[in-house]
């Protein structure tokens, strides 16, 4: 009898122990949203339009960092960064048959926000009160921007039009 109890004992014991364990969480959920900028026509606001020869380089503190470079594109997604309240990109396009870049300068404030994801994911930054500033200059190719959603959660949709 004395056996059947010990070996109960250790059954229930093994059954306890193994019950606390979770299978491994692999996070397929963890990345961060992008901001969605599209490119639409000035002269007829619901066309979109592509931005011949774009190029996108984010700016920081110490270096300028290349994000997309000589492509036609009517749309892009851009990150912000989550240790700063605002993020500024050099967005550039060369105009046809020529050889200089029409460069102009967009810096978005934004607010992060951390979002728990789960053990494997951690947090993630989601961003809210998105706002715009655009470098004035004498030749801004930039013409207007508007705001569609000033909260990034997903980069499903865009947040951004940017008229040209």
């Known amino acids: 009898m004395k056996k059947i109890s010990i070996a109960v004992l250790i059954l229930i014991i093994g059954v306890i122990s193994f019950s606390g364990c979770e299978k491994d969480d692999i996070c397929v959920d963890g990345d961060e949203p992008l901001l969605v900028i599209r490119f639409y026509d000035a002269s007829d606001t619901t066309e979109l339009k592509d931005v011949t020869s774009l190029e996108v380089r984010g700016l920081s503190e110490t270096e300028t960092l290349d994000i997309i470079d000589n492509a036609d594109l009517d749309s892009i997604a851009l990150p912000l960064?989550?240790?700063?309240?605002?993020?500024?990109?050099?967005?550039?396009?060369?105009?046809?048959?020529?050889?200089?870049?029409?460069?102009?300068v967009l810096t978005f404030s934004h607010e992060t926000k951390s979002v728990f994801i789960s053990r494997a994911c951690g947090y993630i930054a989601n961003y809210e009160n998105l706002s715009d500033s655009l470098t004035p200059d004498s030749d801004n190719w930039i013409q207007s921007i508007e705001i569609v959603n000033t909260s990034i959660e997903n980069s499903d949709s865009a947040h951004v039009k940017i008229f040209h």
């Not at 396009?93 to 102009?104: C, K, M, V, W, Y």
């Open 81 to 104: 960064r989550a240790t700063s309240t605002f993020t500024s990109f050099v967005i550039s396009r060369q105009l046809s048959g020529e050889d200089t870049e029409n460069i102009d």
